[in-house]
């Protein structure tokens, strides 16, 4: 199990280990509480893969590989467009 709370200012890694940035947030299915989105403070160096929004990069829960001390995506998921 995994709380939101440790979410939080997490690093976000692509699988190949490219920096995509910070967690910042996570939007939510009140009516589920499925998690929809993960909304990434980008890092120093772009990530050409990634489109930003309003300054921040929102992918899908669907693409999250593995949580632990990082969060890890799924290279092949982001790079099909999700």
């Keep these: 199990m995994v709380f939101a709370k440790s979410l939080a200012k997490k690093m976000v ?21 499925s998690l929809l989105d993960l909304i990434i403070k980008p890092g120093q160096n772009p990530v050409p ?9 929102i992918v ?7 949580i632990s001390d990082y969060v890890v995506l799924d290279k092949r998921k982001v790079l099909r467009g999700y």
């Design 49 to 57: 893969e990634l489109e930003k929004q309003d300054g921040f990069y």
């Design 13 to 33: 890694l692509l699988s190949d280990g490219t920096v995509v940035g910070t967690l910042y947030n996570v939007t939510v299915d009140l009516k589920t509480g």
């Design 60 to 66: 899908p829960f669907e693409t999250v590989k593995s």
